[in-house]
């Protein structure tokens, strides 16, 4: 298996000031990792590893030298690891780095979820927001969309509007929603869809009283999906 990095090496001169970038090289090691990892897939591993620890945020975060808040992010694919962070998240976990990718880089040319397989997936939950994701294509895990149904409880909303790169596609399926979406507000209904860069503040406010169920489509930089 194989990873991609980019080397610098120094020349080695009287000044020892010139340096050149090589060219991205291959080096065998024995995981595969690769930025375009499905990063909803890599952030749920994460999590079920520290809570199979009964690990805090806090603690791993200690433990690997990193803030709470960026950590949290991981964990709600909102932010990819880079390969040095990833290695020290797992050995705060007390696993190696192969255990957090193995299975991650598998591709099946076609997978069918049925309705009663779906995976809930924390995202952000909260005692204000207590929307429900349900993964619709985890049987796949390098994949390069992430759709999800989302059920918004009535009265229901992210506490702020948050972004993160990519692109988004949103169908509303059942009841009413706002869609926030930096100083703009839409109110779209059952059949309205939206399609938007996540690189502006959104989020989705159920403000009435009966459930919202959305379709949610995701798309990341590079194949890494995150909303």
């Known amino acids: 298996m194989k990873v991609w ?12 000031v010139a340096a050149r970038w090589l060219p991205t090289v291959v080096i065998a090691v024995g995981f595969a990792y690769h930025p375009a990892m499905n990063l ?14 009964r690990l805090t945020l806090d603690e791993v975060a200690s433990r690997a030298g990193l803030t709470p808040g960026w950590l949290s992010k991981v964990e709600n694919f909102r932010i990819t ?5 990833l290695a020290k998240i797992a050995e705060a976990l007390g696993v190696s780095t192969a255990d957090l990718v193995a299975g991650l880089d598998n591709k099946p040319a076609l997978v069918v979820v049925r309705a009663n397989e779906r995976k809930v997936v924390e995202r952000d939950r909260s005692r204000e927001n207590t ?28 506490e702020q509007p948050l972004a993160h790169e990519g692109e988004e596609f949103l169908m509303v399926q059942q ?11 839409e109110l779209l209904r059952q ?37």
Not at 5 to 16: A, G, H, K, L, W
Not at 133 to 156: Q, S, W
Not at 175 to 185: H, K, N
């Open 5 to 16: 990095v980019r080397c610098r090496e120094r020349s080695v001169t009287e000044s020892r």
């Open 81 to 85: 690891p880079s390969l040095p962070a």
């Open 191 to 227: 059949g309205d869809a939206i399609y938007f860069d996540s690189s502006v503040p959104h989020r989705i406010i159920n403000s009435y009283k009966r459930p919202a169920v959305v379709l949610c489509v995701f798309h990341g930089p590079s194949g890494t999906a995150a909303t």
């Open 40 to 53: 909803v897939e890599l952030a749920q591993r994460i999590r079920a590893f520290r809570l199979d620890r």
């Open 131 to 158: 929307t429900v994701y349900e993964a619709l294509a985890h049987k796949r895990p390098n994949r390069a969309m992430d759709p999800f149904l989302l059920t918004i409880p009535p009265g229901v909303a992210r």
């Open 175 to 185: 009841g009413t929603i706002e869609f926030e979406f930096d100083d703009q507000s």
